[in-house]
């Protein structure tokens, strides 16, 4: 089979770790990003074969992937589509589909929107990685009318870079992100604000306490909320109603639970925890 020709806009950590992995499976690869210092570290690195701010570069892709933060995906999109070949397909790479694909969905007849559901805490060019997509599950979102070839191209992108393929509608991947992912952000960040309630004296006391003493349990449940402010926010903004209604839903389950203790009705409180002890291996191992 001929190797498909890749064009990656936005070169930046995701951008950048499917560019490294594409060339090592032989796929030619063009780069297009903002900066030209980036594009410049991008050949450096061997991410791409070459890049540059012109989109013209993109011409003679057979797949372009677009890789820039999810605020700017479909106003790319726009500028893209004049420079793209009539066979070329399309895609993103953005974290929230419903949106993103109701944008670029019209604009483009072989467009599938994907989310390659891996990453760093570390942005641009620098942060990209090796491998960080293999094993890892990517998420596409055709539509009624997505053109089966086009899911085929899409699909040998999924096969070359050995991530695991997963299909469903844009909103239905929406508020799954937003349960396992996007709502627990906002969960953990409250957690953190919470263990730092300094209201009074007695409240500073134990605040400043609770610091010397947090260890492995606080650790894990405080990451995603001590992560990068920007991201959280793009979480809020971009998938707004599923977030609102994660977080609702788990305010109703803390309720539960808060009504249990005060009522002291020991009985139901054990029973959502031996529910959510069995649950939790069908989500992680
Ligand atoms: P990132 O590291 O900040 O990379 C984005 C890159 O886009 C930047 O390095 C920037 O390159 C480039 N860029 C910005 N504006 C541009 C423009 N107008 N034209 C061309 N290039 C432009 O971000 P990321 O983490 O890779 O995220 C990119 C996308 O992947 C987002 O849509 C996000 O939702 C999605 N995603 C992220 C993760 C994750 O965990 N990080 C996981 C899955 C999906 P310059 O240096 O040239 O400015």
Redesign the pocket.
């Known amino acids: 089979m001929k190797p498909m020709r890749v064009g990656i806009?936005?070169?930046?950590?995701?951008?950048?770790s499917l560019g490294y992995d594409l060339r090592d499976r032989g796929c030619p690869v063009v780069g297009?990003?903002?900066?030209s210092?980036?594009?410049e570290r991008a050949v450096e690195l061997g991410i791409v074969n070459e890049a540059g701010?012109e989109l013209e570069r993109l011409g003679t892709a057979d797949l372009v992937i677009l890789?820039?933060?999810?605020g700017?995906?479909e106003?790319?999109a726009r500028q893209v589509i004049p420079h793209l070949n009539s066979e070329a397909v399309l895609t993103?790479?953005?974290?929230?589909k419903a949106p993103i694909v109701a944008g670029i969905d019209p604009l483009w007849p072989r467009f599938v929107g994907g989310?390659?559901?891996?990453?760093?805490h570390?942005?641009?060019?620098e942060?990209a990685q090796r491998s960080l997509f293999v094993g890892r599950p990517y998420v596409i979102t055709p539509t009624p009318k997505t053109d089966p070839e086009a899911i085929a191209v899409l699909d040998r992108l999924i096969t070359l870079i050995q991530a695991q393929r997963y299909d469903c509608a844009p909103p239905i991947h929406d508020q799954a992100v937003a349960r396992i992912s996007h709502g627990p952000v906002m969960i953990s960040a409250a957690l953190v604000a919470m263990a730092n309630a300094q209201g009074n004296a007695d409240e500073a006391a134990v605040a400043a306490l609770a610091k010397q003493l947090a260890s492995s349990g606080f650790r894990d449940t405080s990451r995603v909320g001590g992560g990068n402010p920007e991201?959280g926010l793009?979480m809020a903004q971009y998938n707004r109603d599923a977030m609102l209604h994660c977080l609702q839903a788990y305010r109703a389950e803390l309720d539960g639970a808060i009504a249990a203790i005060e009522s002291e009705n020991w009985d139901a409180l054990n029973q959502w925890l031996i529910q959510t002890q069995g649950t939790r291996p069908d989500f992680v191992d």
């Open positions: 806009v936005g070169l930046g950590s995701i951008g950048g297009v990003s903002r900066k210092s980036t594009c701010c890789c820039t933060p999810i700017k995906l106003a790319i993103d790479v953005g974290s929230v989310h390659p559901m891996a990453g760093t570390e942005s641009g060019v942060a991201l793009m």
